[in-house]
């Protein structure tokens, strides 16, 4: 005869269909608390809360120091590039689409003669060795791209994951000549290609001083008019 409370496949369709009555759900009894006893602050002495304060700290300390040195190990990995690679067509799947997961390329198009160009190319090469986790690489434009206009330098393309994500193409976006290392590092900054370490946008400052120059000339004008 068949048990009505077996674990069966049949049993389990009768009691779906209500031929058998459910079973029975046992409830378990809750585990003891395994864990260690909570700490009661009101009866420790202050030499104990003193102790336990240095090792709630330390532990916390160590936690941080493993999460850093995890993301400095991180970084590390990332890190192996640290200067400008001159490249030509034929490099350009290898270095720019196999370039890595996540990794941000920076392609300087340029030309000799071009003043503009020259002055990217200097601040690019300072800004690989301090971000050395970013893959700068320059490349004469007409030995990269056939025919490309020497109006459109210079020309920055930026890559992730082989998609062009960014093009700055000619000089109105650099600023032209008066274009420093810290500028072109914020621009990098804004477009999330770097974490820079500067406070804010060196251009701002360069209109502050020169806005603030301007306006101590008027008042000086404006007193010898007044004499």
């Given amino acids: 005869m068949q048990n009505p409370h077996e674990d069966t496949e049949w049993n389990d369709a009768l009691r779906k269909h209500g031929i058998l009555p459910k079973k029975e759900v046992v409830v378990q009894p809750p585990e003891e608390d395994q864990s260690e006893p909570k700490q009661n602050y009101d009866d420790m002495s202050l030499d104990e809360l003193a102790e336990f304060e240095d090792e709630e700290e330390e532990r916390i300390m160590d936690l941080y120091r493993q999460k850093r040195l995890a993301e400095l190990k991180a970084l590390q990995m990332k890190s192996k590039f640290g200067d400008v690679r001159e490249i030509s067509a034929q490099d350009y799947v290898q270095e720019v689409n196999k370039a890595g997961e996540d990794i941000w390329v920076v ?42 206009p020497d109006k459109n330098l210079p020309t920055l393309f930026i890559y992730k994951n082989g998609d062009l994500v960014h093009q700055w193409i000619g000089a109105l976006h650099f600023g032209g000549m008066n274009l420093t290392q810290d500028q072109l590092e914020w621009k990098f900054h804004q477009a999330d290609i770097v974490k820079s370490d500067l406070e804010s946008n060196p251009t701002s400052k360069v209109f502050d001083v020169m806005s603030s120059s301007i306006r101590s000339s008027n008042r000086d004008g404006d007193s010898s008019d007044e004499e």
């Fill in 107 to 148: 392609l300087h198009l340029y030309k000799q003669g071009i003043p503009l160009c020259s002055l990217i190319n200097q601040h690019i090469m300072r800004l690989a060795a301090k971000f050395p986790e970013i893959k700068f690489l320059k490349s004469i434009s007409t030995t990269c791209i056939p025919n490309f």
